[in-house]
């Protein structure tokens, strides 16, 4: 049975910083891509960062340079380094495990709220 466990959200200061884990198991971790998407309220789910098995990072637009991804294979773990955050950045984040168009999988999600 697959399974993507995420951690490591929660309440943070504007300003402040956090990072995601995202925990595999039941996948052949390594030769999947794995991704971070947000989903704020009355709001769609929308991509901000995915890192393909040989580890290139690509981000979207609105996160570039405040959001790291990184994977460690040996752990079966991704990874989002969220800096500087904004009330904008307020959105549950959910990770993503693919393998072409054949093999897709979500976690259950992790509440990242950004508020004084």
Known sequence: QVQLVESGGGLVQPG?????S?????????????AWYR??????RELV?????GGSGNY????KGRFTI???????????RINSLKPEDTAVYYCN????SS?????????VTVSS
């Open 16 to 20: 402040g910083s956090l990072r995601l």
């Open 22 to 34: 995202c925990a595999a198991s039941g996948i052949v971790f390594s030769i999947y891509t794995m």
């Open 39 to 44: 989903q704020a309220p009355g709001k769609q």
């Open 49 to 53: 960062a995915v890192i393909t098995s």
């Open 60 to 63: 979207a637009d609105s996160v």
């Open 70 to 80: 990184s994977r460690d294979n040996a752990k079966n773990t991704v990874y989002l």
């Open 97 to 100: 495990a693919a393998l072409g």
């Open 103 to 111: 093999f897709q999988f979500w976690g259950q999600g992790t509440q």
